[in-house]
């Protein structure tokens, strides 16, 4: 045991803060994923990791703070254009097809299905993972789409009278049936063509319900 952490501490001595948290993040994500959030421990994460337990602890302090994290940055990630376009003059439909192409091929890959399995089916056990997912992931994207729809609607853009429920029914449409086909496994490899209509779809749909008269 004493060698395996002076291994690890030697290995970290080498990286950088950033890429200590980021190798954190990696290795709990392979270890929920591959384990389960149950049966995953900090001891697993820590080598996965290549870093300590205690570097771990440092970071983040605890299991559901670290889940909490995997889904906030595949929350940033997702929404990188929601983030920026409050300060941009561009296309609303432009932007709003934007977020609903990234949102719905994050919501289809693989490692997302995975991860949002792995969440439903500890969720019962673990009401904190639950919490921690639906806070930093469906919560906070609806959020910050709200706050982006209440710009235009300031704007007159478009009418958006009540920017938060609008900003749940966007990403609503967008968890269609082919979504549910992937959350059972019954299509495993979604047709192009069928998610790229999904979006125009939602997109169109959105804007003449918010068309101002």
């Known amino acids: 045991m004493a060698a395996d952490t002076a291994a690890a501490t030697a290995l970290e001595s080498e990286e950088e803060p950033v890429s200590k948290r980021d190798a954190i993040i990696a290795g709990a994500t392979e270890i929920f994923l591959g384990a389960g959030y149950g ?17 771990v602890y440092a970071h983040f ?3 559901d703070t670290l889940f909490e994290a995997i889904i906030r940055q595949k929350c940033d990630d997702l929404l990188a254009p929601a983030v920026t376009v409050g ?13 609903a192409e990234r949102f719905v091929n994050a919501i289809l890959s693989p490692e997302n299905m995975k991860l949002f399995r792995a969440i439903v089916g500890e969720s019962s056990r673990f009401p904190e993972l639950a919490d921690a997912f639906y806070r930093a992931g469906p919560r906070l994207a609806a ?21 938060k429920s609008s900003a749940e029914l966007f990403f609503a449409m967008l968890r269609n ?3 549910m086909r992937r959350v059972l496994g ?25 068309r101002k008269t």
């Open 39 to 55: 049966a995953a421990s900090m001891d697993a994460i820590a080598q996965a990791a290549g870093v300590s337990k205690q570097t």
């Open 61 to 63: 302090g605890a299991k």
């Open 87 to 99: 300060t941009e003059d561009g296309d609303v439909g432009q932007v709003l097809h934007d977020i």
């Open 143 to 163: 959020d910050v789409l709200a706050d982006y729809l209440f710009d235009v609607d300031a704007k007159g853009e478009l009418a958006v009278p009540n920017p």
């Open 177 to 179: 049936d082919l979504y």
């Open 186 to 210: 019954i299509e495993r490899v979604p047709c192009p063509n069928e998610a790229d209509t999904l979006v125009g779809v939602a997109v169109s749909a959105f804007i003449a319900a918010h």
